[in-house]
C-alpha cells in the first residue's frame, strides 16, 4: 500500500498518519518529525532546515526530496508507506513519482482530509499550549496557511484528475475520523 497523506496545516495528518500506517502494517513517514529530528539532533540537515520551518517556508525540493528518497529506499518501506507532509510542491509530485515508478508500484491514494479555518487556527493555537513546537506561533501559523494555500492546494487537483483522490472529512475525533478514513480506504485497489 502507497498512500499520502495531506491537508493543511493542523489537519491532524501526524496523528491519523499513525493510525493508517499501523492498520496497514507500513511505516508513517513523517517529513515534519524527520526534519524536527535532525534539528534536535544538530545535524547539517537540521541545521540547513531549521531557518525556514521557523519562518513557516518549505525546505527547498532538493533538499526534502533527498530526505524522502533515502527514507523511501530503506528496508522498511518495501511493501509500501504512508507519507504524511510530502509531497507539498508540483516539483516533489514529479519527483516522487519517479521514485515510485522506480520501484514498480503505483501511488494508491491521496487522502485529504478537510477541516474547517477557524478549527485549524484553534487547534494548532492549542498544541501550542501544549506541545510548544517552535512554528506555532500565531504570525507563523498565517504564513504556513497561506504557503499550503498557494503551494499545495493545487496538488488536491493533480491527484483527483488521477483518480486518486479521496477526500475525508477531518472534523470531530480523532477516532471518528480514523474510521472515515479505513472506510475510504476499503474501497481502493491496491497496487
Ligand atoms: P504542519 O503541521 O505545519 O503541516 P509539519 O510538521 O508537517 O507541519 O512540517 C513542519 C515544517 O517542516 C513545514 O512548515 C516545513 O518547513 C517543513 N516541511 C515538512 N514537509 C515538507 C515538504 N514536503 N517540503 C518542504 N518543507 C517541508
Known amino acids: 500500500m502507497r498512500l499520502i497523506l495531506m491537508g493543511p496545516p493542523g489537519a491532524g495528518k501526524g496523528t491519523q498518519a499513525r493510525h493508517v500506517a499501523d492498520h496497514f502494517g507500513i511505516p508513517a513517514i513523517s517529513t515534519g518529525d524527520i526534519f524536527r529530528a535532525n534539528v534536535s539532533a544538530g545535524t ?3 541545521v540547513e532546515a531549521q531557518r525556514y520551518m521557523d519562518a513557516g517556508e518549505y525546505v527547498p525540493d532538493e533538499i526534502t526530496n533527498r530526505m524522502v528518497r533515502n527514507r523511501i529506499d530503506e528496508a522498511d518501506a518495501e511493501p509500501g508507506f504512508l507519507l504524511d507532509g510530502y509531497p507539498r510542491t508540483l516539483a516533489q ?18 487522502v485529504v482530509l478537510t477541516v474547517d479555518p477557524e478549527e485549524l487556527v484553534q487547534r494548532l493555537l492549542q498544541r501550542a499550549r501544549t506541545e510548544g513546537r517552535a512554528d506555532d506561533t500565531e504570525d507563523v501559523i498565517r504564513r504556513r496557511q497561506q504557503v499550503y494555500r498557494e503551494q499545495t492546494e493545487p496538488l488536491i487537483d493533480v491527484y483527483r484528475e488521477r483518480k486518486v483522490l479521496v477526500e475525508v472529512d477531518g472534523m470531530g475525533s480523532v477516532d471518528a475520523v480514523t474510521e472515515r478514513i479505513f472506510a475510504a480506504l476499503d474501497d481502493v ?3
Do not use: K, N
Not at 509530485?93 to 491521496?110: C, K, Q
Open 189 to 191: 485497489p491496491q497496487s
Open 93 to 110: 509530485v514529479e519527483e516522487l513519482d519517479g521514485m515510485i515508478r522506480h520501484t514498480g508500484h503505483a501511488l494508491d491514494a491521496a
Open 44 to 46: 547539517e540537515l537540521g
